[in-house]
């Protein structure tokens, strides 16, 4: 019985003990996470810049890798992100961007995943002193008014598209795409191609058209705008716009206008469960040394 038993036992030891050797050993490593991909902005811009800190910082603090694809703004983010053909998973957009995009295409809202905010935009519209135009009723009630706005594909042009879209007497605005610096300087002229421009970007950013019009503040104002009559939210609920106060070099006086958030979109159905937590972790914990408010 006992010499049973000892052949039983070493049986049971050669059959089994390669697989316990395997077991024993080191163990298996996983598959490396593919980088998560990010449509940024113009090569330089202010989108782009804060992609390569969310890079650098999501490589150290979460070990999660992003590639950067630059872009021409926000419409070409949100289409790249929302084609389940690109392999753009996170994106950079203006809100009324995102919301004017949502709009135009139903049933987009569901792959959608609010991460953060990156800042502000602000709505900068200058007119000439001669124009009579000082206020957001002014500029909308004018009659024949030309509006002069970089390019239709640039985030002035999608913020100036939604905005029609939620007043439509703003449809009546021609306007004209092209050189606004070179505009900025016939304001007030007879032979001026315009009678406003506009610009969208950051509260403390300089732009040369606010430069100009703040060097030539007796040829040029700017145009008080308020969120009033823009009653329509995100899809989430939150504002669109908010009127600010912007202050200005001395001595000039503070420009009130209107200022859209900058968000960062993950597309959910784009994204694995590994890369979305650590994200999360990502937003949560290291949001401040990518985008600090201060």
Request: some cysteine; overall charge negative.
């Amino acid at each position: 019985m006992h010499r049973l038993l000892h052949l039983t036992s070493l049986i049971c030891l050669f059959t089994f003990g390669p697989a316990i050797a395997v077991f024993a050993g080191e163990p298996a490593t996983e598959e490396p996470q593919p980088p998560v991909v990010l449509s940024s902005g113009a090569e330089g811009g202010g989108y782009w810049n804060a992609a390569n800190r969310m890079q650098s910082v999501a490589a150290a603090r979460a070990d999660l890798a992003v590639d950067i694809l630059p872009s021409s703004g926000s419409l070409e983010n949100l289409e790249k992100l929302l084609d389940e053909n690109s392999p753009v998973n996170l994106a950079f957009a203006q809100a009324d961007a995102a919301q004017y995009y949502l709009d135009q295409h139903r049933g987009q809202i569901e792959k959608l995943d609010l991460l953060e905010s990156i800042g502000q935009e602000c709505v900068f519209i200058m007119a000439g002193v001669d124009s009579g135009i000082r206020n957001e009723k002014d500029f909308h009630d004018a009659s024949d008014l030309r509006l002069g706005i970089a390019s239709p594909s640039s985030g002035v042009a999608v913020t100036f598209n939604y905005m029609v879209s939620e007043i439509p007497a703003m449809a009546d605005i021609d306007v004209s795409y092209g050189d606004t610096m070179a505009a900025m300087e016939q304001l007030n002229s007879p032979d001026a191609p315009v009678d406003a421009v506009m610009v969208v970007h950051r509260p403390r950013s300089h732009s040369q058209e606010v430069d100009y019009a703040l060097a030539h503040s007796d040829r040029v104002r700017f145009v008080e705008l308020n969120d009033e009559l823009f009653l329509q939210g995100m899809w989430n609920g939150d504002r669109i716009y908010r009127t600010m106060k912007l202050a200005m070099p001395e001595p000039h006086a503070p420009v009130q206008t209107l200022c859209v958030r900058g968000l960062l979109l993950a597309n959910k159905q784009k994204l694995s469960i590994e890369q979305r937590n650590k994200l999360g972790d990502l937003m949560l914990y290291h949001w401040m040394e990518i985008y600090p408010t201060q």
